[in-house]
DNA sequence: GTACGAACCGGACGAGATGTCCACTTAAGG
DNA sequence: CCTTAAGTGGACATCTCGTCCGGTTCGTAC
């Protein structure tokens, strides 16, 4: 992964051997970027080509070049933000969330957050993963690596191979075709609950103590009576 | 859809108003599905481009096109007899995985031979789903069909959001992912033959499994009171 | 066996996208 | 100012796509 990650503010993280951005390509950055937004919300985003972005910027190819190098690319740059914000609060946040919830509370609220973030920008979404080099993002790494210790934690069956599965589900493809065939966010929010649930539970009768013993206790706690 | 789908054998299927396939171009469909697996199968599916296809069947690009617009609906045609196997079996074949199981084991035995069919021509399922219309596909329509119908006899939650929650792990990208990690196939059956059964695990005694919010469906009372 | 029309073939062609290259411009520091 | 190097933009060569059409071959009727 490159670590030209700051691709998006531009002004911050100047590191040690880089100098320092001139004034006019920050500036350029920005047009790029907002010109890039706009034509990914406008049309298709697997449709919008280099040449369009760099005419829309009102730049040439080789500039556009100088820092991205395709489409996907510059809708990774724009999501960026979006996606570390999600990672701070999976790692630090409120319990749903954050650390502190049962493995299957905190998956059905990370489903939960992923079909918020997916609705919210789902252009972007759908533009960063031209040549689904979806596996290979820095994002999806980190997703994984949730979803795995989540697994572990409730020790619901093979985690290596249950980890992907969990989270096929959340591929933009997928959720495109969802709420292309009507479906509401909080349907599909709804779906992926119950499979969070399904999956992260004790099969009945197995010795295993109940994960988290501490854990599913919301729930049924709250239910039982 | 179009209904051109008998691409693969030429010869059966003479419509009405079709007069029958010349002998030449009967042949030149054999070259150019025959070059096309072996292309599919040497390098990765999604780069293998029409010219190539053309130049190793032999034949003019036009004679290319005049059967198959793109690359991907050759591995279409070219996978298209194994689809329509699965299909006969899932409708009309022994319990597992035909009628007579439980919902959960029919979803188990589903997935075990949809994993068995994307090992055994992963090639073919890439190259086939160049541009993600996969779901625009006549098979997964038919794919749909029967997982609903299996979630619905089992009343597992919403059906409608369900299904294309189920099949997102058969995505082909991602088993390719899971292989490329070094996951077996097994393991990936035994990981999905789990999910199968932990959403649809027939909830004891329960009328139905309250669709709405939080996928709590089932689960409480499953779990017994 | 021959002749004819329809189906078929294959390569040329134009449009459009990609990624690179390099002469020119301009910001930033002395 | 003046120097330096980062930054710029558009031309270029290449590739792929999808279509078009003159020429060829099959299948059938005679």
Known sequence: ??????????????????????????????????????????????????????????????????????????????????????????????????????????LAAFYASMVELLDAHIDLVLGAEAGSLRYATGAYGFWRAHVRSLLVEAEAGDPDALTDVMLAPLAPEVYAEQRRRGLTPQQVSAALSGLAHGVLRPPPGSRRAAPGGRGRGGRDVGKRE
Chains 1, 2 share one sequence.
């Open 1 to 106: 992964m490159k670590r030209r990650t700051d691709l998006f503010t531009g002004q911050p993280l100047d590191e040690h051997p880089r100098p320092r951005e001139r004034a006019d390509a920050a500036q350029n950055r920005a047009r790029i970027l907002t010109a890039a937004g706009k034509l990914f919300a406008a049309r298709d985003p697997r449709e919008v080509t280099m040449d369009d972005v760099a005419k829309a910027a009102g730049v040439g190819r080789g500039t556009l070049y100088r820092r991205y190098p395709d489409t996907a690319s510059i809708a990774q740059a724009l999501l960026d933000e979006h996606e570390r914000a999600l990672q701070a609060r999976l790692l630090r946040g409120e319990p749903p969330l954050g650390p502190g919830a049962s493995p299957a509370e905190r």
